[in-house]
């Protein structure tokens, strides 16, 4: 008998399978999207000195104080580009030009901007009072050397990264992406472009999965349309496993006669059962050789519905995400569904929200249909008819996975 279990305890098994990726210290044009495994401390001070905010002239306050009432003319005695490193004293009576970025000479303690002067390059007229302070970017006001620029667990955006290059860094330590072989099985599959006969379908499986997979920030590697020959399987999996985390199949494991995956994996450390689930009832994990194995049935709709359950929180895990659960909420039905007993049933729908309403609604997408690929494109949620619910009315508050 195939063991059924709910799609809690599939998931926990499944996300126990993966565990935690390996901490490795990537560049940073290669960390997008992946989540730092250890806090990083600034090398650096940001603003790493006091500078300019404004192309304008470094002066001191106090020199400028009546300019308010009559401009005031300074000596300009030195110019600051940005980049410029050998920075002499601002002394008394007399100005800096100096530019947005470049280092606050010793001395002053404010800058006026270019447009409240004539601009000048030997004398400069400057026609407006400016307050200590004004303009000048402080050491260590973003971020101070030596304490937590980005901490563990954070995930690694544009923003996150930018920062990590300005406190001085090259790399980051993350948990590695997972390099994951995806397989699909099935001696009917056809890979576009070539012509289908009767009978033979195009391959689709795998374009779903790995672009899934690759979208979490891990890596796919595909194999596509494995004849049901348990041999054959055999052959061209097994030598690859050596250099992957993770083997997804798809088809070839529930009840008929030619299973190859159930076939070539009983007995080799992978488990095949049923959760008590639609679709996505036929599962398997195991392990094959050591390497971590998740076995997808083959309706299209149900892999995509199994990776949502199972394989997107354990990738999210693995590579160190908190929050690996899609957002949830209620919504009213606007029509009624049936879901089989003692199974969780995940319905492709359409969530829409109007401002000022409490709950959203939600319409499905398709019938139940594992096979119904095309409605899948039309929906940007999953319904979730829970085990013991076998019946929703029109109207009626369900629970949403928002995708
Ligand atoms: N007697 C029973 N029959 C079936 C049961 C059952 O419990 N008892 N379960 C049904 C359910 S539910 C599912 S789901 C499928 C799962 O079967 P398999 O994992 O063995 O998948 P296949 O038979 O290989 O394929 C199912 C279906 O999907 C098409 N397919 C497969 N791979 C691809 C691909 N890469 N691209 C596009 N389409 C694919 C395949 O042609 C089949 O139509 O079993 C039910 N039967
Ligand atoms: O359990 Mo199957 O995945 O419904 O078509």
């Known amino acids: 008998m195939v063991r059924v279990i709910s799609v809690d305890a599939h998931r926990e098994t499944v996300t126990g399978l993966l565990g935690n990726a390996p901490v490795i210290r990537l ?3 290669s960390a997008a999207g992946l989540v730092l495994a250890e806090d990083v401390l600034a090398g650096v001070s940001l603003p790493p000195f006091d500078n300019s905010a404004m192309d304008g002239y470094a002066v001191r306050a106090a020199d400028v104080a009546s300019a308010d009432e009559a401009p005031v003319t ?7 580009p940005a980049g410029r490193v050998d920075i002499g004293e601002l002394e008394p009576g007399t100005a800096h030009r100096i530019m947005t970025g470049a280092p606050l000479p010793p001395g002053a303690d404010a800058v006026v901007m270019v447009e409240h002067t004539d601009g000048g390059v030997t004398d400069v007229r400057i026609l407006r009072t400016a307050v200590p302070g004004a303009h000048i970017r402080r050491l260590g006001e973003d ?8 901490s563990a667990g954070t995930v690694l955006g544009p923003a996150q990264l930018g ?7 090259a790399d980051v330590p993350v948990r590695r992406p997972l390099k994951v ?11 576009a472009p070539n012509p289908l006969r009767h009978g033979q379908i195009y391959e689709s499986n795998s374009i779903m999965l790995a672009s899934a997979i690759r979208a979490l920030g891990c890596e796919a590697e595909v194999v596509r349309s494995v004849v049901d020959d348990v041999a054959e399987f055999r052959a061209v999996i097994e030598p690859r ?19 190859v995956v159930k076939d070539a994996l009983t007995g080799q450390g992978v488990e095949f059962r049923k959760v008590a689930m639609q679709p996505g009832g036929p ?29 997107r929180p354990a990738l999210l895990a693995a590579l160190g995400h908190a929050g690996v659960d899609r957002r949830q909420v209620r ?10 007993a003692g199974r969780r049933q995940f319905r492709r729908g359409f969530y829409t929200h109007s401002e000022g309403e409490v709950t959203g609604i939600v319409g499905p997408r398709g019938g139940p249909g594992s096979h119904l690929l095309a409605a899948f494109t039309q929906a940007n949620c999953l319904i979730v008819l829970p085990e013991d619910v076998d019946s929703v009315d029109q109207g009626d508050e369900v629970d949403v996975l928002l995708l």
Not at 241 to 259: K, P, R
């Open 74 to 80: 300074l000596p300009v005695a030195d110019d600051i």
């Open 283 to 311: 599962q398997g994990c195991g392990r094959w050789n050591g390497v971590p194995v998740v076995t997808l049935p083959g309706n299209p709709v149900s892999v995509l519905v199994s990776f949502e359950a199972f394989l």
């Open 163 to 169: 920062l990590a290059a300005a406190v001085g860094l």
């Open 181 to 191: 072989l995806v397989v699909s099985t099935g001696t009917e599959l056809v890979d």
């Open 241 to 259: 496993l050596a250099d992957v985390d993770l083997l997804v199949t798809s088809g070839g494991v529930s009840a008929g006669a030619y299973e």
């Open 27 to 29: 560049p940073l044009a």
């Open 143 to 150: 971020v101070v050397e030596g304490t937590v620029a980005l």
């Open 331 to 340: 919504a009213r039905l606007t029509e009624s569904m049936t879901s089989p």
